[in-house]
Every structure is written in structure tokens, then in C-alpha cells.
């Protein structure tokens, strides 16, 4: 049967029409459309060969043609097939960015955007819709609207959308944004609300400006009359500039300034340094400080009216005479006197310095007020701080710290509001020196933020890359971006501005041994210290400046003094019979190299024989910096961080070898051998410890050493500090054996003299550092408070997505706890020894180890007695009976007699107490008396059964006392109860 017609074809397709037998299925079907229903088999074969065919097509077409194919199917396609495809699409290309909003639950994507800040949020809204529904939520908003204060004045609606942003926006909108020195000059002080003026407060406030006026406009005359004056010895005064009085003999109209004949000019020349140990008496007063006296002697009214007619007359007065100077200083240096040796910084302040020494016990209120007398209204172009510190924070004042938590209180927002009013705008170079490292740590770098914030000015500080008590004062400081780990150079250190090199050098070295020796010092003979210090001083300086030295008559020259220091560094490191022939040859060949340099351009090579000198010159520049020279650009602060930890942790393994190799190795050789000095318990108690901590920290080091070989911006040495937490038991353990230890070495030292004799010969030689024992034995305390400064300097300077900023911290607060385990050792030894010390100095006195009791103060003071109680205090007369002293614990007041003996043929003297009576606080009442013409600094200490009147040399000293008293009591009481 033939095949039917084409049409026909057409026709039957899709029916069951089977065409001869005889012929393949391939050769009849290949081009038709006709495709078999009931036959399977058939029908599997042609869809295998047609879609053979049309992928042999689609391997032919273009990109566009195909996806034009792909579109065609998919349109074609039902729900379920394009499923299909979507699941096949997603396992073959898997999607590897979504939006989160769309995947995560409704909560979750709030509580993410709850992090992004204002400008965030109002930038995520405009990504889509979908954001914007989620930016704009009101639990969003309105936490960041409350906490500016910003309180929607109406309740939204329950379907009301966006309404606290809207109030955010609207608030900031017509927000008036002032910078800290504008919102000082409207506000009076800075961050804090105005609480409006009385009138005696405006009138003061006005009274400042137009004493201001005066101030600037005597600087402004002050120029003119420099730029226009005569050469000298031509110059003549004006006739109006002679004297304030008329032709009639009468004072003239108005106060003009040169009309004041009882102002007293302080004769202050350009760059000399200025001292302030004493502001109370015997200082001169300035133009504006008598300007002042003579308002504050009137009433207001008067005094506003003077001084506008002080201001009229001034505009039309002559210029001041040449000799008046009131050149404002330069720099600004306050100083603690709980630094240790701050005689030797006062010694090495350079010219143009105004130093300001205040008393650690004081009050903000009396240091701002002491600076004010010093700086008499004039502006200092920086102002550095010198005072105890940490990383973390400044000791300012006794119970006043300065840190990011209590910058933010009244107090010291005054305060600091107040003394930077005294120093130029940071347009004109102003800033603020601390001289702690607080760029050393997170919550230092938070405080100078703070601070700079608060103040306009930039605050700069240490990095503490240096190891020692003030020693990172001499490392690198911070510039502003301490934050961003790479900086530039500063060309020179902020503290040099202040105080000569050499003194600072030396200073910073030997401050932690003088701190030592200095409070021993002062517990002993502290009321004799201060007048006694100030005399020997005076003495010695004078006597070897001018009658041993000869300053007005010696005169060399920088380069002669490089050669001496040179030469007598390489003398004495050869034994050399004949001294001063070795001296001459080598500061002849040092001058024949100098001109061959000169003369050769600077050639950088030596000959051979100059090569030790030329050693010794740079071991000697060495001492200065405590960091190698690295490349001026981009400063790697690590980098310089790790070296500094291995370099430091060299050093503290040198010291403790040197309790081994000195010590424990003669000891245990001797005890081996017959001849004991000590026996095998007592060293194993001293030295024993310290074996195990040697041995853990070699494996550190060697640990720290082989990171240092291959450092790069993503090398760790976290995980290497961890390790080493990981096993402070050994220190603990030290630590707890460390008092036991040397106890052992005093009583060995006191009942065998084979080992006193021993620690003669040993003791603070070259092999031990210049230490002795005990102080070797110090060493691992010290250590762990080098370990928390370079940590934090280490985690500050590693940025959060850095893999060892996890190890540092964890490090670091590991490091943080146990510094404050050896604090609370050492408060306790402290204590301890405190109250053993002050049992044995009270005759007579019953046990006062009892409970948790501690010594808080000790004052001497004089009893009083009145002959007649009837009389007013006021009226009332005073006699002494005796000297007391009041020694004051934290539950009770003992008093005691005190009776004074002076030595024969000295000035010294000691005290001794023998028990009078002691009182509870809980049961306690003090009252401090008015002054009189008859009684000063006296007060009343009021008992159960009996009172006292007890008075103190200084004003100062029963304030202070008063205070602790007061706060002692509150505290029992509030214990009691």
C-alpha cells in the first residue's frame, strides 16, 4: 500500500496509521510530524531521534537563537515543569547571594539593621521597597529618638508607619550643632545644660569679657610698641605715659593703666622658665590680678562701672612703657608631687616652660585655681600633664582618677572645660601631652577621644612600646590616627618640648628605684622632709654650679664633647697603662676621620682600626631610643610591639638566669660538697620557684622568637600568649611562696653569716644587673604588668577581622585578672604589715588584728582644753595640753599620746605613742570649729562618754583629715546597719 499524500499525512497524524512494515521506522519518519500514540515502543524511538535532531540543531544555533528556544519552552511550559526547572537550575547552579530580609525570619532581619547607625538605615531604605518597610519600623527608631531626649509628642496609630523616623528626621533637621569651645562661650560649660543666670552671675560673666577686653587690647598695644619703638637708648616717654595725674596735681578721669602707681610687673623675660612651688605668698601680681583686687573691694554695680571706665580710658592711653612684658608662656607643664623624683624633671624644664607643681591630696577646684594664679589670664600654646598612670587611666588627685568613666562627670567637665580655656585652639597648634600611655589600650584611646572631643584640642600620649615604670615616655606617640595602625613619624617627641633630653633620659630610667627609696623616705621623716629637701637642694646645686663647675667659665664645644664621650667610652673598654696617651692618639685620629669626611662629602666607611670607636658611638645613640630605627613612611606598631615583648622577655630571662647561675649553682655546689651555706630546704624554698618559671618562659621566648623570624601583616603570636596563660599556676604558685621566700632570706641573712657574707659578694655585681636578690626575686611582678601593656598595645593595633585579634583578647583579660590577683597580694601584704608596724608603736595599746579591720590615715594633731566651757567657741580661749596622735582604721579612732624626743646635738627627732582611748565610728560625731582670734584649724572629736578639741598645724591637713573621718564614718555606719 503506498504512503498517502502529503495532506493526507497531515491528516492522519496523530492516529494510529502504521505505513508498510516492510521499510524502517528511521527512513519513513525522520522528517514527519506523525508521531504513534498507542505504539511505545515507536514512540520512544522517534522522541529518542527527534530530540537527537533538534540537539544537533541546537548545537548549531547562535547564543541569541538558543536563548530564544529556551524562552519559547519555558512559556510553554505547566506550573509543575517549570518547578522542575527551577529545582534543576538551583542543583546545578546553586544561588551563593540572597537577600536576607527574604530568608530570615521578620526578627532576625530587625535585629540585624538594629545595628546600623542613622545614616544607615536611612541609606537601606533606599535600596527597595522591601527595605524600606524594614528600615523604617519604629522599634528601630524610637530607642534612638529617647535617648537624645526626642519624644514624639502625640501616640501613633495602631497601622501608622514610619512615624519616629519621621520625628528623628524633623528633630535633626533643626538641630543647631555647635562645636565645644561656641557651646562654651553660650553655654558656660561644655555637654551640659544651661540653667540660666542670676543677675550677680551675669554680672560677673560680663565682668570676665570686659576684663578680657583689656587683656587683649594691652597685648595689642604690647606689639605696637615693640614694632614702632626707638633704637634703643633714644627712647623717651610721652609726656601723658609719666604719670595719672593732670596739670591740677588731681587724678585724672577713669582708671587708665597709666594711671596705677601700686602695680607691681612681674619682670618676666621671653622663654624663662617659671616654677611654681609656691603661689600663696610672695609672688607678684599682674595687670589683670589687680585689676581684679580692685573690683572685687567694691560692690557689683561699682565694679561693672570701673571697670567699662578702666576699658573707655584704656582705648585712649599712650602706649606702656618699654619694660612692661606680658608675653603669654609657651607651653603649660602640670606636675604631681607624687612623682617620684620630680626635683630632677623641675631641674631639666626648658626655657619658655611655666611648670605648675601641685599637691596629689588637693581638690580640682584648688589645682584649677593655682593655675589660674600661675597663668594670670593668659593662653599656653600646649598643656602637658605629668601625674601617675596607667594605660587605662591618670591619677590626677588623691581619690579623683581621670579615665573614659569619670570624664564624663560634672567635676571633671568643669575642670577640663576651665584649664583648656588657657590654651590656644587647636588652629593654632594647642593640644594636650599625657604623659601616660594611654594610646596603649582600647579604654585609653577612648579617653583621649573623649577628651579631645570635649576640649577641641588634640590629646597625645605614649604607645607604650617601652617596658619600665615611666620609660614609655621615651617610645613612640600617638598622632592623631592611633588608632589605624600605620602612621607617620613624628619628628619630635612631645615630652622634649618640655624637659631637656638627658634629664628625661636619666630620669625615666631611675624613676622606679626612686620611687622605692622616696617612699621610704617619706613614711620616715616625712613632716621634716619638705623644708629639709628644699634647703639641701638650694645648697648642693649652688655649690657645685658655681664654686666646683665654673658654668661662666667653661665653654665647650658640641663636637669636643661627641670626641671626650667617645674616647673615655672606648678607654674603658681596654685595659690601658698609660691613659692619657691612649686618650691623645684617639682624639687625634678622631679628628683626622672628621676632616676626611668632611672632606670626602661624608663617606660612610671607616678603616679598620676605627671600627670599635665607630661601634661605641653607636652603642651609645643606641640607650637613647628603646626602638630600631625603622623606615619613615608606614610604621608597622605590631611589629614593633612583638619585638619590644621579645626584646623585654630577653631581658627578664637574663635576670632570672642570673638568680640561677649566681645564686642557686655556688649554693647547691657548696651544699654538694660539704660546705653548706645554705641548706637544701631554705634553697628550695628561695630558688626553686624561680627554676620553674625560668623554664616556662624559655619556652616562650623560643616560641616568640621563631614568629619574629617569618613576621608579616598576618603573622600570630596570640596563640603563643595563650599557651603561656595557659599555665600561670607557676606564677601563682610563685607568687604565694613569694612572701615565704623572703622571710627565709632575712632570717638566713640575720642567723648565718657564711650566706650574709655570701650575698656581700654577690649581691649587685655586673652578673646580677646591679640588683641584689630580693630585688631579682621582684622581677616576675614586675613582668606581669609588662605583659598587660604590650597586650593592649598588641590588641589595639590589631584590627577585629585579623585571625590573632581573638587570641589577644583572650590573653589579655586573662592577663587583666591576674594583675588584679597580685594587686590584692600585695594590698594585703601591705596591710598586714601596716597594722604589725603600728601595734608595736602604740605602748600600751590593745590587739589590733581583728576582723578586716585596716589603717586608713595617721595625723598628728595638738590637744586643747578650755578653762571655761560656759564661754562661746567663738570667744572661747584654748590651751594646750599634749600632743596626740590620731590613727584612724576603718571601724574605729584610736588616740593616743604623743611625746616628742629630739636627738642631742641633731635636729632629728622621733615620736613615741602611748594608747589614750579609742572610739567606734558607728558612735563618733565630728564638728570642726569656726576659726577666731584665738584658735585655728581646730575641731571636736564627740564620744559616748567624752569629747576632744584637737587642732593641726595646717589648715590643709585638717581639711584632709576631716574628709576621710566623715567618709570612714558614713562607710561604718552604713556597714552597721
Known amino acids: 500500500m503506498s504512503s498517502p499524500h502529503s495532506v493526507k499525512r497531515w491528516q492522519l497524524s496523530g492516529t494510529d496509521y502504521e505505513p508498510q512494515r516492510g521499510r524502517g521506522l528511521q527512513s519513513g519518519t525522520r522528517f514527519s510530524t506523525w508521531t504513534p500514540l498507542n505504539n511505545r515502543t515507536s514512540n520512544l524511538q522517534l522522541f529518542e531521534e527527534r530530540i537527537n535532531l533538534v540537539l544537533h540543531w541546537f548545537d548549531l544555533w547562535t547564543g541569541g537563537q538558543r536563548k530564544q528556544l529556551l524562552h519559547t519552552l519555558l512559556t510553554r511550559c505547566t506550573k509543575s515543569q517549570l518547578k522542575f526547572c527551577k529545582d534543576l537550575l538551583m542543583e546545578t547552579v546553586p544561588v551563593t547571594q540572597v537577600d536576607f530580609t527574604s530568608v530570615l525570619p521578620r526578627f532576625l532581619s530587625l535585629y540585624v539593621m538594629s545595628f546600623l547607625s542613622p545614616r544607615e538605615l536611612s541609606s537601606a531604605a533606599q535600596v527597595s521597597w522591601h527595605w524600606r518597610v524594614f528600615a523604617e519600623q519604629d522599634c528601630l527608631w524610637a530607642g534612638r529618638c529617647i535617648s537624645r531626649g526626642w519624644f514624639l509628642p502625640y501616640t501613633p496609630a495602631e497601622k501608622e508607619f514610619g512615624a519616629w523616623k519621621n520625628h528623628y528626621v524633623s528633630c535633626v533637621s533643626t538641630l543647631d550643632w555647635l562645636t565645644p569651645r561656641e557651646a562654651a562661650k553660650q553655654y558656660g560649660t561644655l555637654n551640659q545644660h544651661s540653667t540660666g543666670m542670676t543677675e550677680e552671675e551675669e554680672e560677673r560673666r560680663k565682668e570676665r569679657s ?440 630577653c631581658l627578664y630571662l637574663g635576670r632570672l638566669g642570673a638568680v640561677l647561675k649566681v645564686y642557686q649553682e655556688p649554693l647547691t655546689a657548696a651544699l654538694n660538697s660539704n660546705r653548706a651555706i645554705l641548706s637544701y630546704a631554705d634553697i628550695h624554698i628561695v630558688l626553686s620557684p624561680v627554676t620553674q618559671i625560668l623554664a616556662l618562659n624559655r619556652v616562650f621566648q623560643a616560641d616568640l622568637q621563631a614568629r619574629l623570624q617569618q613576621w608579616g601583616a598576618e603573622q600570630c603570636v596570640g596563640d603563643v600568649l595563650v599557651k603561656l596563660c595557659s599555665k600561670l599556676r607557676v606564677y601563682t604558685n610563685y607568687l604565694n611562696n613569694y612572701t615565704t621566700a623572703l622571710s627565709t632570706i632575712d632570717k638566713c641573712r640575720e642567723t648565718k653569716p657564711p650566706f650574709r657574707a655570701f650575698l656581700k659578694r654577690a649581691d649587685r655585681t655586673l652578673a646580677t644587673h646591679m640588683l641584689s636578690l630580693q630585688e631579682l626575686l621582684l622581677c616576675p611582678v614586675w613582668r606581669i604588668q609588662e605583659y598587660v601593656t604590650l597586650l593592649q598595645v598588641l590588641s589595639l593595633h590589631t584590627h577585629t577581622g585579623h585571625p590573632d585579634h581573638t587570641h589577644l583578647c583572650s590573653a589579655l583579660s586573662t592577663l587583666l585578672g591576674f594583675r588584679e590577683f597580685v594587686q590584692k597580694l600585695k594590698r594585703n601584704s601591705e596591710r598586714d604589715g601596716l597594722m604589725e608596724e603600728t601595734q608595736q608603736m602604740i605602748q600600751g595599746c590593745p590587739s589590733l588584728s581583728e576582723g578586716n579591720r585596716q589603717l586608713i590615715i595617721t595625723q598628728d594633731a595638738a590637744l586643747l582644753r578650755s578653762p571655761d566651757e560656759q564661754i562661746p567657741e567663738s570667744l572661747r580661749t584654748f590651751e594646750q595640753v599634749s600632743d596626740v596622735g590620731l590613727f584612724l582604721f576603718n571601724d574605729a579612732l584610736v588616740l593616743t599620746r604623743r611625746n616628742v624626743h629630739h636627738t642631742p646635738f641633731a635636729l632629728a627627732h622621733r615620736s613615741a605613742h602611748t594608747f589614750l582611748a579609742s572610739v567606734a565610728l558607728s558612735s563618733l560625731a565630728v564638728r570642726a570649729i569656726t576659726h577666731s582670734r584665738y584658735v585655728r584649724h581646730a575641731f571636736v572629736l564627740e564620744g559616748p562618754c567624752r569629747s576632744w578639741v584637737c587642732a593641726t598645724e595646717r589648715g590643709e591637713e585638717r581639711e584632709h583629715f576631716l574628709s576621710v573621718l566623715r567618709s570612714a564614718t558614713s562607710s561604718a555606719l552604713t556597714g552597721h546597719q
Open 210 to 649: 570686659i576684663r578680657q577686653m583689656i587683656r587683649d587690647k594691652l597685648q595689642e598695644e604690647k606689639k605696637h610698641a615693640l614694632r614702632t619703638r626707638k633704637a634703643w637708648g633714644s627712647y623717651t616717654k610721652p609726656e601723658g605715659a609719666r604719670g595719672g595725674r593732670t596739670q591740677t596735681g588731681r587724678p585724672g578721669s577713669g582708671i587708665a593703666f597709666s594711671s596705677w602707681p601700686s602695680l607691681s610687673w612681674p619682670p618676666r623675660t621671653v622663654g624663662s622658665p617659671s616654677v611654681c612651688l609656691s603661689l600663696d605668698r610672695g609672688q607678684p601680681m599682674t595687670a589683670a590680678q589687680s585689676l581684679e583686687g580692685v573690683q572685687t573691694s567694691s560692690p557689683s554695680s561699682e565694679r561693672l562701672s570701673k571697670a567699662r571706665g578702666a576699658l573707655s580710658s584704656f582705648t585712649s592711653s599712650p602706649p606702656l612703657p618699654h619694660n612692661v612684658c606680658v608675653t603669654p608662656p609657651a607651653l603649660l607643664l602640670l606636675i604631681s608631687n607624687r612623682i617620684p623624683a620630680y626635683e630632677l624633671v623641675l631641674s631639666g624644664v626648658k626655657d619658655g616652660v611655666v611648670v605648675v607643681l601641685y599637691d596629689h591630696r588637693g581638690t580640682l577646684s584648688a589645682l584649677l585655681a593655682q593655675v589660674e594664679r600661675t597663668v594670670s589670664g593668659q593662653r599656653a600654646q600646649r598643656l602637658g600633664l605629668l601625674a601617675p598612670g596607667g594605660t587605662e587611666e591618670i591619677h590626677l588627685l588623691h581619690g579623683s582618677s581621670l579615665s573614659e568613666k569619670t570624664l564624663l562627670t560634672p567635676d571633671h567637665r568643669e575642670f577640663w572645660e576651665k584649664l583648656c580655656d588657657w590654651v590656644a585652639p587647636a588652629e593654632e597648634g594647642g593640644a594636650i601631652d599625657m604623659f601616660s600611655p594611654l594610646a596603649a589600650s582600647a579604654s585609653g584611646v577612648a579617653l583621649m577621644h573623649t577628651l579631645s572631643t570635649l576640649t577641641g584640642l588634640e590629646v597625645l600620649a605614649p604607645l607604650g612600646f617601652a617596658t619600665g615604670s615611666f620609660q614609655n615616655i621615651l617610645s613612640e606617640w600617638s598622632d592623631g590616627s592611633v588608632c589605624t595602625g600605620l602612621s607617620q613619624r613624628r619628628p619630635e617627641a612631645p615630652p622634649l618640648q618640655f624637659v631637656c633630653e638627658s634629664v628625661l633620659l636619666g630620669w625615666c630610667r631611675q624613676a622606679q628605684w626612686m620611687e622605692e627609696a622616696l617612699g621610704e623616705l617619706k613614711g620616715c621623716q616625712g613632716p621634716q622632709l619638705q623644708r629639709v629637701s628644699l634647703q639641701a637642694r638650694g645648697r648642693a646645686l649652688g655649690h657645685f654650679l658655681w664654686e666646683k663647675t665654673c658654668l661662666e667659665e667653661l665653654c665647650v664645644s658640641k663636637d669636643l664633647n661627641e670626641a671626650l664621650t667617645e674616647g673615655l667610652t672606648a678607654l674603658t673598654r681596654q685595659e690601658e697603662t698609660r691613659p692619657l696617651e691612649f686618650l691623645a692618639a684617639f682624639l687625634t685620629r678622631w679628628s683626622e676621620e672628621k676632616e676626611g669626611e668632611e672632606a670626602g662629602g661624608g663617606q660612610k666607611g671607616r678603616n679598620k682600626g676605627s671600627d670599635d670607636f665607630s661601634l661605641a658611638r653607636h652603642d651609645s645613640k643606641r640607650c637613647v631610643g628603646l626602638i630600631p630605627e625603622l623606615p619613615q613612611m608606614v610604621f608597622d606598631w605590631r611589629g614593633a610591639a612583638a619585638r619590644e615583648l621579645h626584646h623585654s622577655e
